[in-house]
């Protein structure tokens, strides 16, 4: 099951828009995975559904620059002053 995620940061105040994270209950051909821009630096939703899983070159949807997956939640780091308590907020959509 998929839900929506946020990623905020309490020093700055910086939060991402929200994120579709997992795979659809409606649909389980369709997942959705946050990642980090490398270029803009935002945490932004990557579209995975039909896509090969051994092709890793995902691309940012505002700036098309690379982007890297997010994996464990001590590697979150806040995009805009560096903190690196940057928290995740799960819901209320779950998909």
Request: glycine letters at 8%; one cysteine or more; charged letters at 25%.
């Amino acid at each position: 099951m998929g839900e929506s995620t946020t990623f905020y940061c309490d020093s700055c105040g910086y939060e991402s828009r929200q994120i579709r994270w997992g795979v659809s209950v409606l649909d389980p051909r369709r997942r959705f995975m946050p990642a980090r821009c490398l270029q803009c630096k935002s945490y932004v939703e990557v579209d995975l559904t039909g896509a090969d899983i051994l092709i890793d070159e995902f691309t940012c949807p505002h700036c098309g620059s690379e982007v890297f997956f997010v994996e464990r939640a001590d590697s979150y780091s806040c995009p805009r002053c560096g903190a690196g308590n940057l928290r995740m907020r799960q819901g209320p959509t779950y998909w």
